[in-house]
């Protein structure tokens, strides 16, 4: 069994058996000691991370749950969880990044978005199919998104969006209408500037871009997904985040 299948299956069992069940016992089995942890408000290392699951397990939970969408891409000891989940009276939507090293969580990033009532596609933030396809073109899928990401989000080339979207794109960031026109507005007239990609991750037909920006003259963390077909990207989704000025710890959110 490939690497990635294994990964995936891992962080599958961590949502189900930690944060549906509370299981602090596989928790304390599958974090490894010298855990690093990148989001701002949990403290790193092992010790952050169990006593962050310890305040979940105190919650109250109710007693009809609802199923929350779920989408996992794994590319080698990267697992991407994108997910729509209720938080104080919240639909926020998140994106969970975690390196896995020698069967443990090594490393974990993320960036948690509020979705609005309404969007200006109509579609919901987080939706849409789940299914990875295409596995035999995973890479020439991220070298396609690195391209666009890099001509089109941060040098902003617009006339460049024929090459890399279909004209019929399914958005999902909420300020975007669909389709390529919509995309090519956003970019002539947002305050949103996507300035350094860290990280590429792919699997089949879907690709995320984890990288840096600014929106006006706050530094911000942005998670962009775009699913794949015959070349062209034609659904997008995104979570973006501020970077606090202090942070719990100096790892940064990138």
């Given at each position: 069994?490939?690497e990635?299948?294994n990964?995936?299956?891992l962080?599958?069992e961590?949502y189900?058996r930690?944060?549906g069940?509370?299981?602090?016992?596989?928790?304390?089995?599958?974090?490894?000691e010298?855990y690093?942890?990148h989001?701002?408000?949990?403290?790193t290392g092992?010790?952050?991370?169990m006593e962050?699951?310890g305040y979940l397990?105190s919650?109250?939970r109710?007693a009809?749950p609802v199923?929350?969408f779920?989408?996992?891409i794994a590319?080698?000891?990267y697992?991407?969880?994108?997910?729509s989940?209720?938080?104080?009276?919240q639909q926020?939507?998140?994106?969970d990044?975690?390196r896995?090293?020698?069967?443990?969580?090594?490393?974990h990033w993320d960036?948690?978005e509020?979705?609005?009532s309404?969007?200006a596609?109509?579609?919901?933030?987080?939706?849409g199919?789940?299914e990875i396809e295409?596995?035999?073109?995973?890479?020439e899928?991220?070298?396609?998104?690195?391209?666009?990401?890099e001509?089109?989000?941060i040098s902003q080339?617009?006339t460049?969006l024929?090459?890399?979207?279909d004209?019929?794109?399914?958005?999902?960031l909420?300020e975007?209408?669909n389709?390529?026109?919509?995309?090519?507005?956003?970019?002539?007239?947002t305050t949103?500037?996507r300035?350094r990609?860290?990280?590429i991750?792919?699997e089949?037909?879907?690709?995320?871009?984890?990288?840096?920006g600014k929106?006006?003259?706050?530094?911000y963390?942005f998670?962009?997904?775009?699913?794949?077909?015959?070349?062209?990207?034609?659904?997008?989704w995104?979570?973006k985040q501020a970077?606090?000025a202090?942070m719990?710890?100096s790892?940064g959110m990138?």
């Amino acid at each position: 069994m490939s690497e990635h299948i294994n990964n995936a299956q891992l962080i599958r069992e961590v949502y189900r058996r930690i944060f549906g069940q509370a299981d602090v016992e596989f928790a304390n089995e599958v974090i490894a000691e010298d855990y690093i942890q990148h989001n701002p408000m949990i403290k790193t290392g092992k010790a952050g991370v169990m006593e962050f699951i310890g305040y979940l397990t105190s919650m109250p939970r109710p007693a009809n749950p609802v199923k929350p969408f779920m989408r996992f891409i794994a590319d080698g000891p990267y697992v991407i969880v994108h997910s729509s989940m209720p938080w104080q009276n919240q639909q926020n939507a998140t994106v969970d990044l975690y390196r896995i090293q020698d069967g443990k969580l090594a490393e974990h990033w993320d960036a948690v978005e509020i979705q609005p009532s309404s969007t200006a596609s109509g579609n919901l933030m987080v939706e849409g199919p789940v299914e990875i396809e295409d596995t035999g073109y995973t890479e020439e899928n991220k070298s396609i998104v690195r391209k666009f990401y890099e001509d089109v989000f941060i040098s902003q080339h617009r006339t460049s969006l024929d090459k890399y979207v279909d004209p019929a794109l399914i958005q999902h960031l909420p300020e975007v209408t669909n389709g390529q026109t919509g995309l090519q507005e956003y970019i002539s007239t947002t305050t949103v500037v996507r300035t350094r990609i860290h990280r590429i991750i792919g699997e089949g037909n879907f690709v995320v871009v984890q990288a840096e920006g600014k929106v006006k003259n706050d530094s911000y963390v942005f998670y962009d997904l775009f699913r794949l077909s015959k070349e062209k990207i034609v659904e997008q989704w995104g979570v973006k985040q501020a970077i606090p000025a202090t942070m719990a710890h100096s790892n940064g959110m990138l």
